[in-house]
């Protein structure tokens, strides 16, 4: 018996097979390429099937299915909503994948749930109870657990923390991905830096030589690196809109450990002590004494780790 995990990103297509212990059996990635809609839904049955197929001829028998996907799984219909994902804005995913499934059970959440599920079961955050993922790549959310549960919200949408307001006054241009991740998100690191390179000509930097419509997160990590002044005063700018968005979330929900993960932790894993330095700062005092700050265990697998959990949680509920 063995459970299959899957993990839809923005890009790719990431799928697991593990044992009920946690070990990864196997691993396979498919690039979305340019799917959407029905063709991007059509992908993932087809994995499935494919795994579930190969499962039952090595021995490996997909006993449960958990899916994670990027944005918000609405529970009591089994659609969801992932704003990359043209044509996903109401999609019945949980339909379509039973059809492949048979009797095989499947269970969707989100991306954020997934993450802290994952390093809750073989990651960083094992033994927790009460745990936070902050994802910080393309865009930014959270995976809020307290007292072992996932923090759902009324509509399933508690987590995005992109939206958290940490600058006056509002502006318009927050309205589409919020105010924190418009600012220290993958997207907004280097949104920052094309800023600034448009306003300081007198700046001759590294950076001024990169092709703006280019240029990366990675490139500012790389340019910060080697003491570039436009990269420092974004990082900089990161570090405390990281700190101040991880002081609400210990004085809101005082977690004993909050895992920092997504593609820029990556590069920014060495900020942590800075952003650590931040935090405290604004935090509540003796929440912010008692948690720990640390990376995550799993780096790009926390999605599909976490879906892998997913199908081991629905099991041990039907038994």
Not at 164 to 192: D, H, T, V, W
């Amino acid at each position: 018996m063995a459970l299959l995990g899957v993990d839809l990103g923005g890009t790719k297509l990431a799928l697991a097979v593990f044992s009920n212990e946690g070990k990864m059996i196997s691993r396979k990635v498919s690039p979305l390429g340019s799917r959407y809609g029905k063709e991007a839904g059509k992908l993932i049955a087809d994995y499935v099937g494919e795994m579930i197929s190969e499962g039952e001829s090595t021995g490996n028998r997909i006993s449960s299915v958990g899916i994670s996907v990027p944005g918000i799984s609405h529970i009591s219909t089994g659609t969801v909503w992932a704003p990359n994902i043209r044509g996903w804005e109401d999609y019945p995913l949980l339909t379509e994948i039973e059809n492949v499934c048979g009797s095989i059970p499947v269970t969707i959440d989100s991306d954020r749930a997934c993450y802290i599920l994952g390093e809750s079961w073989q990651g960083n955050a094992r033994g927790c109870r009460d745990a936070i993922f902050l994802s910080v790549g393309t865009g930014i959310g959270a995976g809020v657990m307290i007292n072992g549960e996932i923090l759902r919200g009324s509509r399933d949408i508690a987590g995005c923390i992109g939206w958290m307001a940490l600058q006056k006054p509002f502006n318009e241009k927050y309205a589409a991905c919020g105010c924190f991740e418009y600012y220290a998100s993958g997207e907004g690191i280097a949104r920052l830096t094309k800023t600034l390179l448009a306003e300081k000509s007198e700046y001759s930097g590294e950076l001024r030589s990169k092709d703006s419509d280019k240029l990366t997160a990675s490139d500012v990590f790389s340019a910060y690196d080697r003491g570039d002044t436009i990269a420092e005063g974004v990082i900089v700018a990161s570090i405390e809109f990281w700190g101040m968005a991880i002081a609400n979330l210990v004085s809101l929900f005082n977690p004993e450990k909050i895992i920092m993960g997504g593609g820029v932790f990556g590069p920014a894993v060495k900020l942590i002590p800075a952003i650590r330095a931040e935090a405290a700062r604004w935090a509540q005092p003796v929440g912010m004494q008692n948690v720990t700050i640390d990376v995550s265990g799993l780096a790009g697998d926390a999605g599909v780790y976490g879906a892998g959990f997913l199908a081991l949680k629905k099991l041990s509920e039907l038994k």
